[in-house]
């Protein structure tokens, strides 16, 4: 296998001279004098395996069952498996149950750590068909506006031209989400059915569920490239004769809610769903989706959330389509408040180009992150891959690629890192030199609270208010120049910020309305900001809109997008003292932590070439660098009082750690 030069430093063994972030195998080195605790110490040097990747198993193998199998799993650095019965006559066949029991049981006996998948393939919610075949009547709806009708308003299976007949595993209908009923079924048919069969390792070995991209349905999210569909599997047939409409999700007792809720009738309101700009119409679409993102938020999550907290187990998993604000509303509702019922809320990154992140990457990582954070919890998961270079013939992704994707998703807040990559494609020295990489930035950072004191408006009030179903393929330029702009407005700042090495989190206007002000600064929970970025062209729902007020007449930073003035982020830069370069540096992600008093600095080259730079640090001269490649621990190179020199060779990091807070 041909190698990216970094990597072979890491497989022979040779030390870099390009500064205190290289790569290396072998044992880490901390020098005596480095003083840091005992414990964290301790981790450092010996990873226990809650700090390392999860690799994703669909359907373990019988040679693949064994004690000794597993430990060669942990040998090559993974700390467990994310793992189902079999996909072959799912959930029905005892011959794939016994298996899955004795892959647990082996993971038990090796230490290994067991993640549950929830379906046969994705998105979850089917169980492999069987929600369906219990009860027809269980299938997602589209309420769909065909106007060249006399009544132009159709009520039709969620199926065709939707991600349920549109995905790369298989052409499947799908199950309703928010309907109560619906879900039941899922739960009784795959999770009580899992802990029936695996009841002593649940809140042992196994600590969480994975569901994988559920969503709504009812959008239309474009045709698969035909060189893919001649290779999907077919299970329900798709009618050529189903052309694609303007379509909304749609529940039977959602007339009655959004009455008990808003007081008005919905079937006489729904035209406002498709069409008209009357402050009325945009006020039923903002009422609707809002009740519908409460609906799934409640009626899925949250009910998977409350069985596994029952029974000893983390929720976990992603959503579908992060990246792209326009597809919010239409498959999620709302994404921040839905990932926030999960216990582990997480991202799907299917790219492994380090600099994804200065795109879109940042995107799918703050929302999974900023639920986390802003509901109290620490841990967030990533499905990561190299599917997109795959797909490209561009693969395999490098190490260096993997190391570099690792650390800049850590820089965001990451935690559990679930793993698509093919260890066939790799060395086992390759894939132990990742699971160390990935083992040592949790020793460091996992305990710690990430430390973002910005805040970034998620607009999603004003998308819905924007948002129109269309009959073809959803994009952003099918949508109002509004929307564009709102759209445009907030990517581009958390584009900027990304670039700027500014830490920062999203919150929507439930989230903002139910925030305190604490002196200058704009607290939601425990976790307290000093400043608010507004996009463009927001209009902030009364209750948040005050808070904000209420936040800016004591003093608090807010920061709003004017269309033709660009924002200085010089101000919000200034809020951090550790961490910004002294020269700006694009290529640099920086994420921010605290723990026992003590600052931390994850700092990622994501580029293509070197980075030589200083970064600000108070005390300089009593910080730690800490190279996660290789192990290694010394004090920071400085030259000037409040600055720490960094050489950087591309697609590497180190973590700084500063002195303890007396």
Same mark, same amino acid.
């Given at each position: 296998?041909?190698?990216?030069?970094?990597?072979?430093?890491?497989?022979?063994?040779?030390?870099?001279?390009?500064?205190?972030?290289?790569?290396?195998?072998?044992?880490?080195?901390v020098?005596?004098?480095?003083? %840091?605790?005992?414990?964290?110490?301790?981790?450092?040097? +010996?990873?226990?395996?809650?700090?390392?990747?999860?690799?994703?198993?669909?359907?373990?193998?019988?040679?693949?069952?064994?004690?000794?199998?597993?430990?060669?799993?942990?040998?090559?650095?993974?700390?467990?498996?994310?793992?189902?019965?079999?996909?072959?006559?799912?959930?029905?066949?005892?011959?794939?149950?016994?298996?899955?029991?004795?892959?647990?049981?082996s993971?038990?006996?090796?230490?290994?750590?067991v993640?549950?998948?929830?379906?046969?393939?994705?998105?979850?919610?089917?169980?492999?068909?069987?929600?369906?075949?219990?009860?027809?009547?269980?299938?997602?709806?589209?309420?769909?506006?065909?106007?060249?009708?006399? +009544?132009?308003?159709?009520?039709?299976?969620a199926?065709?031209?939707?991600?349920?007949s549109?995905?790369?595993?298989?052409?499947?209908?799908?199950?309703?989400?928010?309907?109560?009923?619906?879900?039941?079924c899922?739960?009784r048919?795959?999770? +009580?059915?899992?802990?029936? *069969? $695996?009841?002593?390792?649940f809140?042992?070995?196994?600590?969480? &569920?994975?569901? +994988?991209?559920?969503?709504l349905?009812?959008?239309? =999210?474009?045709?698969?490239?035909?060189?893919?569909?001649?290779?999907?599997?077919?299970?329900?047939?798709?009618?050529?004769?189903?052309?694609?409409?303007?379509?909304?999700?749609?529940?039977?007792?959602?007339?009655?809610?959004?009455?008990?809720c808003?007081?008005?009738?919905?079937?006489?309101?729904?035209?406002?769903?498709?069409?008209?700009?009357?402050?009325?119409?945009?006020? =039923?679409?903002?009422?609707?989706?809002?009740?519908?993102?409460?609906?799934?938020?409640?009626?899925?999550?949250?009910r998977?959330?409350q069985?596994?907290?029952?029974?000893?187990?983390?929720s976990?998993?992603?959503? %579908?389509?992060?990246?792209?604000?326009?597809?919010?509303?239409? /498959?999620?509702?709302?994404s921040?408040?839905?990932?926030?019922?999960?216990?582990?809320?997480?991202?799907?990154?299917?790219?492994?180009?380090?600099?994804?992140? =200065?795109?879109?990457?940042?995107?799918?990582?703050?929302?999974p992150?900023?639920?986390? %954070? %802003?509901?109290?919890?620490?841990?967030?998961?990533?499905?990561?891959?190299?599917?997109?270079?795959?797909?490209?013939?561009?693969? #395999?992704?490098s190490?260096?690629?993997?190391?570099?994707?690792?650390?800049?998703?850590?820089?965001?807040?990451?935690?559990?890192?679930? $793993?698509?990559?093919?260890?066939?494609?790799?060395? #086992?020295?390759e894939?132990?030199?990742?699971?160390?990489?990935?083992?040592?930035?949790?020793?460091?950072?996992?305990?710690? *609270?990430?430390?973002?004191r910005?805040? /970034?408006?998620?607009?999603?009030?004003?998308?819905?208010?924007?948002y129109?179903?269309?009959a073809?393929k !959803?994009?952003?330029?099918?949508?109002?120049?509004?929307?564009?702009?709102?759209?445009?407005?907030?990517?581009?700042l958390?584009?900027?910020?990304?670039?700027?090495?500014?830490?920062?989190? &999203?919150?929507?206007?439930?989230?903002?309305?139910?925030?305190?002000?604490?002196?200058?600064?704009?607290?939601?929970?425990?976790?307290?900001?000093?400043?608010?970025?507004?996009?463009?062209?927001?209009?902030?729902?009364? #209750?948040?809109?005050?808070?904000?007020?209420?936040?800016?007449?004591?003093?608090?930073?807010?920061?709003?997008?004017?269309?033709?003035?660009?924002?200085?982020?010089?101000? !919000?830069?200034?809020?951090?003292?550790?961490? &910004?370069?002294?020269v700006?540096?694009?290529?640099?992600?920086?994420? *921010?932590?605290?723990?026992d008093?003590?600052?931390?600095? &994850?700092?990622?080259?994501?580029?293509?070439?070197?980075c030589?730079?200083?970064?600000?640090?108070?005390?300089?001269?009593?910080?730690?660098?800490?190279? #996660?490649?290789?192990?290694?621990?010394?004090?920071?190179?400085?030259?000037?009082?409040?600055?720490?020199?960094?050489?950087?060779?591309p697609?590497?990091?180190?973590?700084?750690?500063g002195?303890?807070?007396?």
């Open positions: 296998m041909k190698l990216a030069a970094n990597a072979v430093v890491i497989l022979l063994g040779v030390v870099s001279a390009q500064g205190p972030c290289f790569a290396v195998q072998g044992q880490p080195q020098p005596p004098g480095v003083d %840091l605790p005992a414990s964290w110490l301790a981790d450092w040097r +010996d990873l226990p395996v809650q700090f390392r990747p999860l690799q994703i198993v669909h359907g373990v193998p019988e040679q693949q069952v064994t004690f000794e199998a597993m430990m060669g799993l942990k040998d090559l650095g993974l700390g467990g498996i994310v793992c189902n019965v079999a996909f072959a006559d799912y959930l029905r066949s005892e011959e794939s149950w016994e298996v899955l029991v004795r892959a647990v049981e993971c038990s006996q090796a230490g290994l750590r993640w549950i998948y929830d379906e046969d393939g994705y998105p979850s919610g089917a169980a492999g068909g069987l929600v369906l075949a219990e009860n027809a009547g269980f299938e997602a709806l589209a309420l769909a506006y065909d106007p060249c009708r006399a +009544d132009p308003f159709v009520l039709r299976p199926y065709e031209h939707t991600h349920a549109n995905n790369y595993y298989a052409a499947r209908r799908y199950p309703n989400l928010i309907d109560p009923a619906a879900v039941e899922f739960v048919t795959t999770h +009580d059915v899992y802990y029936e *069969r $695996l009841k002593p390792f809140g042992t070995t196994i600590e969480a &569920l994975f569901t +994988d991209e559920p969503s349905m009812a959008v239309n =999210i474009g045709p698969l490239p035909d060189e893919v569909r001649s290779k999907v599997r077919v299970v329900d047939r798709l009618d050529p004769n189903v052309s694609p409409l303007p379509s909304v999700p749609w529940v039977a007792d959602l007339p009655d809610l959004y009455r008990r808003y007081g008005q009738d919905l079937l006489a309101a729904r035209r406002s769903l498709f069409e008209g700009d009357s402050e009325q119409d945009r006020r =039923i679409r903002q009422q609707y989706w809002a009740l519908v993102a409460d609906l799934l938020a409640g009626r899925y999550y949250g998977i959330q069985w596994a907290q029952t029974h000893r187990v983390a976990s998993g992603h959503i %579908l389509w992060e990246e792209t604000l326009e597809h919010h509303p239409a /498959l999620e509702g709302n921040l408040k839905v990932l926030g019922r999960m216990d582990v809320p997480g991202l799907d990154l299917l790219t492994s180009r380090p600099e994804a992140v =200065i795109h879109t990457g940042w995107m799918t990582a703050v929302l992150a900023s639920a986390a %954070l %802003l509901n109290g919890g620490r841990r967030v998961m990533t499905e990561v891959s190299d599917f997109s270079e795959t797909m490209a013939g561009k693969g #395999p992704a190490l260096a690629e993997m190391c570099a994707t690792a650390a800049w998703q850590a820089a965001f807040g990451v935690t559990e890192f679930t $793993l698509y990559y093919n260890r066939q494609q790799r060395s #086992p020295q894939y132990r030199a990742y699971g160390d990489f990935v083992g040592r930035l949790n020793a460091l950072l996992r305990e710690a *609270r990430p430390a973002p910005v805040l /970034l408006y998620y607009p999603i009030a004003d998308v819905w208010a924007e129109k179903p269309v073809e !959803l994009t952003k330029q099918s949508q109002s120049a509004l929307m564009r702009r709102i759209i445009d407005s907030f990517m581009n958390g584009q900027r910020m990304t670039r700027s090495q500014i830490s920062f989190v &999203l919150a929507d206007h439930e989230i903002l309305a139910g925030a305190h002000v604490q002196g200058r600064r704009i607290c939601v929970g425990r976790q307290c900001f000093d400043a608010l970025l507004l996009p463009a062209d927001v209009e902030l729902p009364a #209750p948040a809109g005050a808070n904000v007020r209420r936040f800016e007449r004591a003093g608090g930073r807010v920061v709003r997008d004017v269309p033709g003035e660009t924002i200085r982020l010089d101000a !919000l830069a200034a809020l951090y003292d550790s961490g &910004l370069p002294s700006p540096q694009e290529w640099l992600v920086v994420g *921010r932590f605290t723990r008093r003590r600052d931390l600095v &994850l700092v990622v080259n994501v580029g293509a070439s070197p030589d730079c200083e970064v600000s640090a108070p005390q300089a001269a009593q910080w730690i660098v800490a190279d #996660p490649a290789t192990g290694r621990m010394e004090p920071v190179s400085t030259e000037r009082p409040g600055w720490v020199s960094l050489s950087l060779p697609r590497t990091a180190c973590i700084l750690v002195p303890a807070d007396e």
